[in-house]
């Protein structure tokens, strides 16, 4: 190492007080309500700093505006449903389960009463109301959230089946869009439907190819 050059300091998160924690929760709490209420394009950032009993200095100091909280909402929300899949196929291996296409399905399942469970705030964001961008952002991490789950299929080495990748979170993407629709007792019918159907899929068994 030159004398000159020196290591680059680790800079540490930026703490935040309970207070300032509390008043960001506060907002998002907030946000969550005059997003169901009104929808997000009807939503003003008065509205929720009015409802969360916060002033707009505040808000604008943990978020960059409205569609900042918005995406902040669906974070946590997407983070709590990593969660319940996690557990869910953890608790099937404890069980003895280990066939991929099983754990695929106990995973799917268990996103999709997330979703039921969580309703109200899964149709917050697949109702189409929502920044612009977001649709493609849903799409893009539902399609990350599949691959997780597709790679059960798949040896370290082998590549992703784009095909059985594209199927099965597209096959997502539409039950949750649906089930969201229904009472909840139809809801988890057409869950367990949805994920049964996706146990039948099987990962194509590529032939190397020939040699020239």
Request: hydrophobic share 40%; glycine share 8%; charged share 25%.
């Amino acid at each position: 190492m030159d004398k000159t050059d020196k290591p680059e300091k680790l800079v540490k998160p930026a703490r935040v007080s309970p207070r300032g924690a509390a008043t960001r929760s506060a907002l998002l709490r907030a946000a969550a309500q005059v997003f169901h209420t009104v929808g997000f394009a009807k939503a003003g950032v008065s509205e929720v700093v009015s409802v969360a009993g916060a002033s707009v200095g505040s808000l604008y100091h943990h978020f960059t505006g409205k569609a900042d909280l918005y995406l902040a909402l669906y974070e946590e929300f997407q983070q709590r449903q990593q969660e319940r899949t996690h557990q869910a196929v953890v608790e099937a291996r404890a069980g003895g389960e280990s066939d991929p296409t099983r754990l695929m399905n106990i995973a799917a399942h268990a996103y999709l009463l997330g979703c039921i469970e969580e309703g109200d705030t899964t149709r917050l964001f697949f109702s189409g109301d929502g920044p612009p961008g977001f649709d493609h952002q849903l799409r893009s991490r539902l399609t990350q959230w599949t691959d997780r789950n597709v790679a059960l299929f798949r040896k370290a080495d082998e590549p992703v089946d784009e095909a059985l990748l594209i199927v099965v979170s597209g096959a997502m993407l539409l039950a949750v869009a649906e089930v969201v629709r229904r009472d909840d007792a139809e809801a988890r019918r057409l869950a367990d439907d949805i994920t049964g159907l996706l146990t039948r899929l099987e990962p194509r068994h590529r032939t190397a190819e020939p040699e020239a």
